[in-house]
């Protein structure tokens, strides 16, 4: 029997020569360890460190599992290459391209690789290096989030490195599944500065004539309350009741006094921003672990609000793979596991070698995937397999999804889809499903667990009408384990993962991110889930089940912290200040109020800082937490002093012309930093904005596809956002209903046709 590891048989090159793992971040580190833990041999080919990572211990998860090379040699590198099925390229371009390592001339001698690159950042204003404080400031993504203090705040959420990461294993996968039909490699490229644009699709939007509500969200910003609690214990504790029946059993468990008017009136007349202030007195009467019984007894959604790493700790995520153990030099590591499931859709014997074909179309092109998911993660997936060229059918209620009524989230998440509205718990819609089911390549949904078997579009019912298909459960926690019941959303896992309490800095209450970032991230490993689940279809012959988590989304953003022996290893962590994790990376504010950004990447960029500005630096100590802290502590506030004596553009400048890496913070308010990046005329020119017309916000502009592939990679999605049945009666024709049996369908509202 062969193995049923998905990348069992594979072997990757990672070539990381003269790059950073703190200026990567996941970006450069997570795509092998993944892809070794799914069953690939990874070779990770490195040059001398980089000085600055020496105290950060993230490369400890990143690169396990990895066989590591240390050599310069491009004679060395291009061999190693040359037997490689993927390569995973890192790097400026004097040290890739202008060696010989760039695709062309790898595909050359190896014309199976399949190529994946992680470029340098190049917008409008130039080239940034690659760390992702550096790209992150340039763009103005520092201003977007309100810290504890005044100015733009070091905004730790990883953006940049796992965007990236996402972009390039989606890819990557994706040209895997062309190459067994083709034989062919190709190649994929990515940069910090795209990974940043990933994971704000709900943030970047504007339009002709959008309605005040949905363009005031792409101006300010949500002003929903986050309803983040401190217990009687001091303990917090992170509630969201976004489902039905929700409110009133939070308003019951408290207390409070009922509501007449229900959710959605109270949020739109400011009632239930009162009530959310009025329940800090609420929860200080009782520690977190009563407040957590009695709410998820009444069917409440809850979690406490961990530290990064804190929820490797969790029975759950041991009990499903989530957390792994490694053994090192005598000590035991407990770290992130695999965010992915993926098996047979049904047990079934080896099948032979499927034979190979000579299209070269868009990756994904010739394929249906049937979307049943609603809200954000699952409807992403499903846009950006779009994106790849699949024809996407969005299944919705008559109404619509819930979604739609938050027009930014459907905009970010709809793109290129054919909506068919139906009833799908109607008896009469059971024949639709089934023909659906039994016509689609992928089915997806992200419905809680228990709800797919009750709509019969479960793995099982899909293996019975479609053993060949790829199904998609997008959870929340998994589907198994002692949370799978429980429901989540964005702010639940941004509270269990740690990610509010990182981005709040030490010693202060955690901060939430606003653009729903798990969401997008949970939408991103669902979409290289499935990919790879496409990859061993075509391998094997048979059907995939791919089960995908947001709790597994949201650790991947932490995923460097570890315990090691029972103790957190954490790394760099955000200061009280919110500036960064320490003097060599961080942000610093010149004279004229004016921030800016610098890193010190080794001992002799610091010796040049300290002449610049003519103060006794001491040893090379760039970051606070190891075994320098106290050095590294001390000449913070020195070197705050010396930048506060002249304007921030300025010591820019002169940073630069010493050869040191900076760059000005741009002070952008929300509204002007969705401008900047939908009036680049590079992101025009590389796709990574689009325009199109739309019926009701007149021409739309938007975060565009950022899979960028070759070559002779062509198709791509439609550029449209369906309205709500607008594709029903096309698509029922398609299946084989005929129009008779259509219309008698739409008379009895089964399903919905748009006008």
Excluded at 199 to 208: N, Q
Excluded at 223 to 239: I, K, S, W
Excluded at 731 to 746: A, K, N
Aim: glycine share 12%; aromatic share 8%; proline share 6%.
């Amino acid at each position: 029997m062969r193995s049923e590891r998905p990348c069992a048989g594979l072997t990757v090159v990672e070539v990381a020569v003269g790059v950073s793992d703190l200026g990567l971040g996941p970006a450069g580190g997570l795509p092998g360890m993944l892809l070794a833990g799914l069953g690939a041999e990874v070779v990770r080919i490195v040059g001398d460190e980089v000085p600055i990572d020496a105290e950060v211990p993230w490369g400890r998860v990143w690169h396990r599992d990895k066989r590591i090379v240390t050599t310069g040699d491009v004679a060395e590198i291009a061999e190693v290459l040359n037997t490689a099925d993927v390569a995973l390229v890192y790097g400026p371009e004097d040290l890739v391209e202008a060696r010989g390592l760039g695709f062309r001339d790898c595909a050359a001698t190896n014309p199976a690789l399949v190529y994946g690159r992680c470029r340098p950042s190049r917008t409008e204003a130039g080239i940034a290096e690659d760390f992702g404080l550096l790209v992150e400031a340039r763009a103005g993504f520092c201003s977007q989030l309100e810290g504890h203090r005044r100015g733009p705040i070091f905004t730790d959420v990883r953006a940049a490195g796992m965007g990236a990461a996402f972009l390039l294993l989606t890819s990557i996968f994706a040209l895997l599944r062309r190459r067994v039909g083709t034989g062919a490699g190709g190649w994929s490229e990515t940069s910090l500065y795209d990974g940043m644009l990933a994971t704000l699709g709900c943030m970047i939007g504007r339009s002709e004539r959008a309605a005040p509500e949905v363009e005031s969200y792409w101006e300010h910003g949500s002003t929903f309350p986050n309803f983040m609690y401190r217990c009687g214990d001091g303990e917090l504790l992170q509630v969201w009741f976004g489902g039905k029946g929700m409110y009133r059993a939070v308003i019951e468990v408290l207390g409070d006094e009922p509501s007449p008017d229900g959710y959605y009136t109270d949020q739109t007349s400011g009632k239930l921003q009162d009530r959310a202030k009025r329940w800090t007195s609420f929860f200080a009467t009782q520690p977190r672990d009563v407040w957590v019984e009695r709410l998820r007894a009444a069917g409440v959604a809850c979690e406490p609000v961990l530290g990064p790493g804190e929820v490797l700790r969790d029975g759950h995520t041991v009990e499903t793979g989530l957390a792994v153990v490694r053994s090192e030099q005598g000590h035991e590591d407990l770290m992130m596991g695999s965010p992915f499931e993926i098996r047979p859709l049904r047990p079934v014997p080896d099948a032979p070698e499927p034979p190979r074909t000579r299209g070269a179309a868009g990756l994904f092109a010739g394929l249906r995937v049937v979307d049943f998911s609603a809200f954000v993660a699952g409807p992403l997936a499903a846009e950006v397999l779009a994106d790849l060229g699949a024809e996407v059918i969005k299944i919705e209620p008559p109404g619509g999804e819930a979604m739609r009524a938050a027009a930014y989230a459907v905009a970010a998440c709809q793109r290129g889809k054919r909506s068919l509205a139906m009833d799908i718990n109607a008896p009469e819609a059971r024949p639709v499903v089934e023909k659906l089911l039994a016509s689609a390549d992928v089915v997806l949904h992200n419905f809680r667990v228990g709800v797919a078997e009750r709509l019969g579009i479960d793995a099982d019912t899909v293996a019975r009408l479609n053993p060949n298909a790829v199904h998609c459960h997008a959870s929340a926690f998994g589907a198994s384990g002692p949370r799978a019941a429980y429901p989540g959303n964005d702010a639940l896992m941004q509270a269990l993962t740690g990610f509010e309490r990182a981005v709040g800095g030490a010693g202060n209450a955690p901060l939430a991110a606003t653009w729903i970032p798990i969401d997008m991230a949970g939408g991103w490993v669902a979409a290289a889930g499935i990919a790879l689940g496409l990859y061993c279809r075509a391998v094997r012959g048979h059907g995939q089940q791919v089960v995908t988590s947001l709790l597994g989304a949201g650790m991947l953003m932490h995923s460097g912290v570890f315990v090691r022996d029972g103790e957190l290893v954490g790394g760099p962590s955000l200061d009280h200040d919110q500036t960064g994790y320490g003097p060599g990376y961080r942000l610093y504010r010149g004279s004229d109020d004016r921030w800016f950004a610098l890193v010190v990447a080794d001992p002799e960029s610091w010796r040049r800082l300290g002449e610049l500005t003519e103060v006794d630096l001491g040893h090379y100590v760039p970051l606070r937490g190891g075994p320098s802290d106290a050095a590294a502590r001390a000449v913070e506030p020195v070197l705050e002093a010396a930048f506060a004596q002249a304007p921030a553009a300025g010591w820019v400048a002169r940073l630069r012309a010493a050869k040191l890496f900076a760059e000005s913070v741009e002070a952008m308010d929300r509204n002007g930093f969705r401008h900047a990046i939908l009036d680049d005329p590079v992101n025009r020119q590389l796709g990574r904005v689009v325009g199109f017309p739309t019926a009701d916000w007149g021409y739309f502009e938007q975060i565009g596809p950022l899979l960028r592939s070759g070559p002779d990679v062509t198709g791509g999605p439609r550029l449209m956002i369906p309205g709500v049945g607008e594709h029903t009666t096309e698509v029922l024709l398609e299946l084989g209903f005929d129009e008779s049996r259509v219309d008698e369908l739409i008379a009895t509202k089964v399903v919905r046709q748009l006008e």
